[in-house]
């Protein structure tokens, strides 16, 4: 099994290079639109119950750890830490592997594609 990278290098550099001279056909452009926008939905709809599921398990640890510790300021200290840290590591999982090809390919649309802008924004 094959490991995904860390960070998401993105769109490959000649396709962003292609659509922002204009080198593909509005074939290609909607074909291209319509394939990132479906990675795009499926990578968001498969994200949103992770990202429920990480706070719900945070919660239910916060409130186990609460009930045995004496110190509950610490306990709160604590949790809230651990949300800042959750909260920032799904920020980048959502910007780095979500976001990034749809707004990469959205850049590089407007420049001479405008037209076709309005396609790829998530309705």
Partial sequence: MRFKYLWNPGLP???IHNIE???YSDEQILFLCETIM???RIRKKKFIPVAILVFVIVIILTLTT???IEDK???IFAFLVTVGLCSG???FVYENHIEKDRRQ???ALSKKYPEYVELCKDN
């Fill in 66 to 68: 609460l009930f045995m």
């Fill in 89 to 91: 590591l799904l920020l």
């Fill in 13 to 15: 550099k000649n396709e």
């Fill in 105 to 107: 390919f959205i850049v």
């Fill in 38 to 40: 479906n990675s795009y």
């Fill in 21 to 23: 001279n204009g080198l």
């Fill in 73 to 75: 300021t610490a306990g």
